[in-house]
């Protein structure tokens, strides 16, 4: 099937599914492949313009969890009752409207920053967007919580996985089906942050017996 015909494919489906964009079926590949998301989760986006992944979001976590995004773009209304989008700074979630109190299982982060044409600063700009995302964690995350963030690759990839690593128990790469296959986008997925947070209580009881062990087959 040529790479046109596959894009087209996503798209037609996230049409005739509902789905704001065909993004949706990357965060449930991802999902799919590595289980980050649970029933009840609390779950933060970064970078939630146009919706897709909330929509994924309220699927997954069910009517116990909720998600909460954040972006410089208005979100268009109509996205399920168990999410929320919130216009504000990623990198200040309270100012966009998150409570203090929050701390999250899972923090996801679609965003990128707009493409220049030079494959190397297109790079390097998406991995400073990867760093701003793991800077919010101690602040955000749980111990024991998930993170993904997308990249595009590059010379920097391989260090910015092993600061990844220096945070959480399990880190891997994933391409997912959806995405295109010319493209150098790629998903970390890191699996069991070692925390602690900082300043900030747990917004509810802790879980017994502590943070859940890392899944099977990572």
């Not at 216009?87 to 203090?100: H, L, Q, S, W």
């Amino acid at each position: 099937m040529a790479e046109r015909e596959i894009h087209d494919h996503w798209s037609r489906e996230a049409k005739r599914k509902g789905y704001r964009s065909r993004a949706a079926f990357k965060l449930m590949q991802i999902d799919d492949r590595r289980g980050i998301l649970k029933k009840g989760d609390q779950v933060l986006d970064l970078g939630c313009a146009p919706g897709s992944w909330l929509q994924v979001v309220s699927q997954r976590v069910g009517a116990s969890g909720r998600g909460w995004g954040i972006d410089l773009k208005v979100v268009a209304s109509g996205l399920p009752d168990n999410v929320i989008a919130m216009e504000g700074n990623a990198e200040d979630p309270e100012g966009a409207g998150v409570p203090a109190s929050m701390l999250f299982d899972v923090v996801l982060s679609d965003m990128m920053p707009s493409t220049t044409g030079s494959r190397d600063t297109d790079h390097f700009r998406s991995i400073s967007v990867c760093e701003l995302a793991m800077d919010i964690c101690p602040r955000w995350l749980r111990p024991g919580g998930t993170l993904v963030m997308k990249v595009l690759e590059g010379a920097a990839m391989q260090q910015l996985l092993a600061d990844a690593r220096k945070q959480f128990e399990k880190v891997k790469p994933f391409k997912p089906d959806a995405s295109r296959k010319e493209s150098t986008e790629i998903f970390v997925i890191a699996h069991g942050y070692r925390g602690p947070p900082v300043d900030t209580p747990p917004a509810g009881p802790p879980t017994a017996g502590g943070p859940p062990p890392v899944p099977e087959g990572w």
